[in-house]
């Protein structure tokens, strides 16, 4: 968790930042006539349209998940083009925070009350390259099923020491208070964290969206006569949640059955990543799908190069 403290002037209060904030990133889907030639200033980019994404760490590479779709910038069932403009995006642009001052954050009361509170963050804008000097595809996809999985991943480094490098997918467990997690079933509480219609709280923290498991876990869902690793999740979701993380999530001070193998309370929030949200089944239904995390893992490991 990450703390920020109110001014001296103000009255005392102490915040508490969930540390999955640092793991969810807005996406800005673009496209620059120029190709891979495009410099981040350049005038030319147009806005194709926002999404969701999330930072994972697999064998010591860092890369950013999010649903396949949001690269080719078409429907991942149809092919058809999602957006006004009949092109896929040639670049992302993300924004992350930088490292707080040495005396932290401080809060400043926005009203006379003090019932709200405001501060600045600094923060740095990225653009991030999807294709190479070819025009081909930079990112990965499935290694089985290619584009029927809708989930890629980019392999980024952002080697900036003043920035507050992104909290990564998956967490590792060590402590043996940790929670000790049930198998994933239907009627569980889960979480989507991303970007409802580019919606954030504060300096472009996700909305967390609660779902519940709708489907059984181990076998998957049927989507156009073929049997895709899926789950589906009851959950209103909107556009720009596509490529969120699913996580479940238990607060802090909850009695919990613990990696030791016996009851304790949590000492603070923790969560596990599910997988990745990509859209609903239909407009007219809660009904979305999640990509469990085992598909992310082989995409990083063994991957192909994108197709569109």
């Known amino acids: 968790m990450t703390e920020a403290q109110p001014s001296a002037s103000a009255p005392k209060q102490q915040i508490q930042l969930h540390s999955e904030y640092a793991g969810s990133v807005q996406l800005r889907m673009l496209f620059s006539p120029s190709g891979p030639d495009a410099k981040a200033d350049d005038k030319d980019f147009r806005l194709l349209a926002h999404g969701s994404a999330f930072v994972y760490e697999c064998d010591g590479r860092t890369y950013l998940v999010t649903a396949r779709h949001n690269f080719t910038g078409r429907h991942w069932q149809t092919n058809v083009y999602l957006g006004e403009y009949e092109v896929s995006p040639t670049h992302l642009q993300i924004t992350l925070l930088t490292k707080p001052p040495t ?19 600094r923060a740095r804008q990225f653009l991030i390259s999807l294709i190479g000097e070819d025009w081909a595809p930079l990112w990965k996809q499935h290694p089985v099923h290619g584009g029927d999985v809708d989930v890629a991943v980019q392999a980024i480094n952002f080697d900036d020491d003043d920035l507050i490098y992104p909290w990564k997918y998956p967490v590792e ?3 043996p208070r940790a929670t000790k997690w049930s198998n994933l079933a239907p ?6 964290v991303g970007y409802p219609y580019a919606l954030s709280t504060g300096p472009l923290f ?3 969206i609660r779902g519940t498991v709708a489907s059984d876990t181990h076998f998957g ?15 209103r979701t909107r556009t720009g949640q596509s490529g969120s993380v699913v996580i479940r999530h238990i607060p802090e001070g909850a009695v919990v059955p613990t990696v030791g193998n016996s009851i304790g309370i949590t000492p603070r929030p923790q969560s596990q990543i599910v997988g990745v ?3 609903r089944t239909s407009d007219e239904s ?8 085992a598909e992310v893992e082989d995409i990083c490991r063994n991957g192909t190069a994108g197709t569109i």
Request: glycine letters at 8%; zero cysteines; hydrophobic letters at 40%.
């Open 173 to 175: 467990e060590t402590d």
């Open 277 to 279: 949200y990509s859209g």
């Open 286 to 293: 809660d009904l979305g799908y999640v990509w469990p995390s």
């Open 221 to 235: 869902v049927v989507v156009d006569s073929k049997q895709l690793p899926l789950i589906l999740v009851d959950a």
């Open 206 to 208: 996700p909305l967390w």
């Open 103 to 121: 005396e932290g954050w401080q809060l400043q009361p926005t009203g006379d009350d003090a019932r709200t509170a405001s501060t600045a963050f």
């Open 187 to 192: 009627a569980q509480d889960v979480f989507i």
